[in-house]
Structure formats: C-alpha cells, structure tokens
C-alpha cells in the first residue's frame, strides 16, 4: 500500500512525463515544419517513450490500491529558436525529470516503502541513459560545428542516433 505523500509524488511524477511526451510531440512537429525528418523521427520516439513511462506508474498505483490520476496537460510551446537550441531543451527537461526520480526516491526511503523504491530504480536508469544520450547529442552537434550544410548533417546525425536507439529497444534483453 502507498502513503497517501508517495500516491501523490508519483501522480505528479505522471503528470511529469505526460508533459514530456506532449513537449516531444510539439517538437516533432516543429521538425517536420522545417525540413528535419530525421529530428522529428527521433522526437516522435522519444514522446513514446515519455507516455510509456507514463504508463507504467499508471500501472504501478494501481496496482498498490492507489489511484493514478490522469492529468491535464499543458499545451507545449510549438516554435522554437532553431534545432540546436531544442536539443538543449531537451536536455534540460531531462535533468528536471532526473531530480524529480531522484526526489521520488528519497521520499519511498524516507517512508520506508522498499516497494516504490525498487520500482524507481528502472527510473533511476533509464534517466542515467536519457541523460547520456542528451549528452552525447549535444556533443556531436558542436562537432558538426555551424558550416552551411550543419543543419543536413545534424539532421542526419540524430536520423542515424534514432535507428541505433530502435535497435537497442528491439534487442532481446541480456542473459
Ligand atoms: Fe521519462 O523522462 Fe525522459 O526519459
């Protein structure tokens, strides 16, 4: 059963990764309204990842007699400065959701509920992983640098980034 604090935390946290998906999809659409097939595939992945982390403290609450609220959910901006600075976007609402899992998991020790503390940790993962990804996103965007075709090739870059992340996700898990 779930402290009526941690019900709470992790509805905010759905609320959370609703908005992220929702932010993603905003950012799809923008990519697609300028050219960069490659950016919008990925973003659009991305937001299906967000609603299925959604989806799974869904399930979670429920499954601990809770309730899972459904949220609002902001509308998204829809325009952004250009691709570079979205990615930097990106990264930075990452790092929000990693403090807010981080601050998930103090609060499950906190309550002593080793229940909602072992779920957060396939959180405190794929954050680890989010993080990364972002990471090295941003890196090979400065190596491509700002010459006239940049744009083509960063489009490229995160094309090519998309296809390793859904090979990853098909991969059968380790032994
Ligand atoms: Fe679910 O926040 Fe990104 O990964």
Redesign the pocket.
């Known amino acids: 059963m779930l402290t009526k604090k941690m019900e709470k935390a992790l509805n905010e946290q759905i609320a959370l990764?609703a908005y992220?998906s929702w932010l993603y999809l905003a950012m799809a659409s923008w990519c697609d309204q300028e050219g960069l097939e490659g950016s919008a595939a990925f973003m659009i992945r991305?937001s299906d990842?967000?609603m299925d982390?959604m989806k799974r403290l869904y399930s979670y609450i429920t499954e601990m007699g809770g309730t899972a609220i459904v949220p609002g959910i902001k509308k998204p901006p829809t325009d952004f400065k250009n691709v570079v600075s979205m990615f930097q976007k990106v990264y930075d609402h990452?790092k929000k959701?990693t403090h807010s899992i981080n601050e998930l998991v103090a609060l499950s020790s906190k309550e002593h509920d080793h229940s909602s503390f072992n779920f957060l940790q396939w959180y405190v993962e794929?954050?680890r992983e989010?993080e990364a990804l972002m990471r090295m996103i941003q890196d090979r965007i400065k190596l491509i640098g700002k010459g006239p075709q940049s744009l083509y090739y960063i489009d490229k870059e995160i094309q090519r980034i998309n296809m390793e992340e859904i090979k990853k996700e098909q991969a059968p898990p380790a032994e």
Do not use: N
């Open positions: 990764e992220a991305q990842e967000e982390h990452e959701v794929e954050q989010e």
